[in-house]
């Protein structure tokens, strides 16, 4: 085993790699931004080093400072964890360049053949695992893409050839739209990954998300540890992933499965993988009935990463699919068979983001968790990085924790997460724990009829609304404009019985309240008074971005005019593509970033007056 690991990444996921090595008796080391200095996973390690600023890019994105603290620290591994470098297929090589460092990860030469979604679909399809149909070379003319929808029918998805995740899809819905799509397609494909060749595929209008988890050696070894079922996204951000899908026999589970085992083994793949499928679903089904094994599904694209949802395997399985992955670094040999792989009863993962869902999950600007009290008790699991009094770090994404339950059925699990999310109490920034309170009643997710159209286009927008009054802390209530409210918390007993008293008072001066409490039960920030995820400059609208992220395009110029709902531009964060649109109308006054630009959280990007 390796003596030192250096996790090249930050919050949960750091930590989670961190526990991994504890595990195995293998030293810790921690890298971290300016922002990052109080970080939980610096508080973990044995050892951390600073590598830049809060840039991203100029910190844990900056390849020669990771691969310098690594050697400065004396550590044999990088493992990349999540996002940030972790499909970087030049950095892999990088690190598998450098003398007495191990990259924990397939190699960089299966990363880039997987990334070039053109080789991935012909090397599927030459290993026997269903592709879409559609083109396995680039397209390049207007009637190439009238000819293939003449022959499949429309609608077409135009995909770029360096593209996954959200990134570089545009739909083509009738012949008129063709010339347009195309261009606009090859143009977001040259911007954002230097590649403008595109491909064409048949667009499935209500897929199921499905994807399974491989985990492979170096001696030829692939095992797969069943599917997830990831189809409860919005905007092409995953919220609740769940395993096993509610939705498949076990007929077709096996087989989606095996096609994966398959194409990984085909590919040479080694490490812990995601084979993503798109599964064609049956408009018709009832709550109640499975998709069959005579049911479409078709391969999408590999993951070359430990994914945010591994969780969800790892409390079926009861595998620790981190261990098995720097096990795998070691050249270790896979100790179970495929059918020594059991899994067992119902597992969800709830993202616990700080956004506002009723506010169109706009993410938190800034705050204190003035309380953090996670639930506990059987069947439940908090993999975050964060304590009470931390200070929410708002440069890089807004997931700070994630919720894993795990039950004997889907019935206890749905029970099981409904009591763990009610326990779950956090005060000074909102979350999404109302949301998933929601959608834990929500008739759809309950039966498992849900596809990945449900959030976007399916659910009314005031249920959300309702569910932030009902169930959110201060800090995340509200609506624009409303008064504030003070509330404080005492306890009173009478007749030697406790009651909880709740007083709120409406369009109050903020009372003083002392820090140190003094025994008082209130928090010690009152209520109300929460920020606005705009920032309002002047007369104009400062729109700034939700997440750190790169500039996909611009879809204005300054002069134009915009209404409310209007895209303005296209944000590409963690392998999803993200529209950012105008809140109010005005006139486009200043447009502070170029496509290609990265971007930090809370950058200007546009200017509206
Ligand atoms: C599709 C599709 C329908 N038909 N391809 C979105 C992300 C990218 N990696 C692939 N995606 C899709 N590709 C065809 N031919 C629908 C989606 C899609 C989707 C896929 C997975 C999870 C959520 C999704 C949400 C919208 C669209």
Redesign the pocket.
């Known amino acids: 085993m390796f003596d030192k690991v250096l996790v090249a990444n930050r919050g949960e996921i750091a930590v989670r790699v961190m526990r991994a090595c504890e595990e195995l008796g293998v030293d810790t080391v921690a890298v971290y931004s300016e922002a990052d200095k109080n970080g939980g996973h610096v508080r973990y390690a044995d050892e951390a080093y600073n590598v830049g600023p809060a840039r991203a890019a100029d910190s844990y994105l900056d390849h020669d400072a990771i691969i310098d603290a690594a050697k400065r620290s004396g550590a044999d591994a990088i493992h990349p964890g999540y996002g940030f470098l972790a499909e970087n297929a030049e950095f892999a090589g990088k690190v598998e360049a450098t003398d007495g460092v191990t990259w924990v990860g397939p190699s960089a030469d299966s990363m880039e053949a997987l990334g070039e979604k053109t080789k991935a679909r012909k090397n599927m399809r030459a290993a026997d695992v269903p592709i879409?149909p559609?083109t396995t070379d680039p397209v390049e003319d207007v009637s190439e893409v009238r000819e293939f929808g003449e022959e499949h029918g429309y609608p077409i998805?135009i995909?770029a050839e360096g593209?996954?995740?959200?990134r570089g899809?545009k739909i083509v819905r009738s012949e008129d739209e063709v010339e347009d799509q195309l261009e606009s397609a090859q143009r977001e494909g040259e911007a954002y990954f230097d590649n403008a060749n595109v491909y064409l595929?048949?667009?499935?209008e209500n897929?199921r998300?499905i994807e399974v988890q491989i985990i492979a050696d170096h001696h030829g070894n692939v095992r797969h540890l069943g599917e997830r079922d990831?189809?409860l996204?919005r905007r092409?951000q995953k919220v609740i992933e769940e395993g096993p899908s509610p939705a498949l026999t076990d007929e077709l589970r096996e087989k989606i499965g095996t096609a994966a085992r398959r194409g990984a083994d085909a590919a040479g793949y080694y490490n812990a993988g995601t084979f993503?499928f798109?599964v064609e679903e049956d408009p018709e089904r009832e709550a109640g009935e499975l998709l069959d094994k005579e049911t479409d599904f078709?391969f999408?694209?590999v993951n070359t990463r430990i994914q945010v949802e591994h969780t969800v395997t790892e409390e079926l399985t009861g595998i620790d699919i981190v261990k098995y992955q720097l096990r795998v670094a070691v050249d270790e040999e896979l100790d179970f068979a495929q059918d020594g792989v059991d899994l067992e009863g119902h597992a969800m993962e709830f993202r616990i983001n700080a956004e506002n869902a009723a506010n169109d999950f706009a993410p938190a600007t800034g705050g204190q968790l003035e309380t953090y009290d996670p639930p506990g008790g059987i069947g439940v699991r908090m993999d975050d990085a964060l304590r009470q009094g931390d200070d929410l770090v708002t440069d890089y994404d807004s997931m700070i924790a994630k919720l894993i339950v795990h039950a004997s059925s889907r019935e206890e699990c749905i029970a099981r997460s409904q009591r763990a999310l009610a326990e779950y109490d956090i005060e000074g920034i909102p979350t999404i724990i109302p949301f998933h309170r929601l959608m834990l009643e929500d008739d759809a997710f309950v039966a498992g009829t849900h596809t990945?159209?449900y959030l976007d286009e399916h659910l009314d927008p005031d249920r959300i609304a309702e569910a932030q009054e009902q169930w959110g802390t201060e800090a995340a209530g509200g609506a624009e404009g409303e008064e504030d409210v003070v509330e404080r918390d005492f306890t009173v007993e009478v007749n030697g019985k406790r009651f909880e008293v709740n007083l709120e008072e409406r369009g109050a001066a903020m009372p003083a309240v002392s820090e140190s409490g003094g025994g008082q039960q209130g928090p010690p920030q009152p209520a109300g008074g929460r920020e606005e995820e705009t920032v309002h400059a002047g007369e104009g609208e400062s729109v700034t971005a939700e997440m750190q992220g790169t500039i996909l395009s611009i879809d204005v110029d300054v002069g134009d005019e915009v209404e409310p709902g209007d895209i303005l531009l296209v944000l590409e964060a963690m392998k999803m593509e993200n529209d950012v649109t105008a809140s109010q109308g005005g006139t486009v006054a200043e447009i502070a970033v170029d496509e290609g630009d990265s971007v930090d959280m809370g950058d200007t990007l546009i200017v509206l007056e």
């Open positions: 879409v559609g998805a995909k593209g996954g995740g959200g899809m595929e048949r667009y499935l897929p998300h990831c189809s996204q092409h993503e798109l078709y999408l694209e990945t159209k």
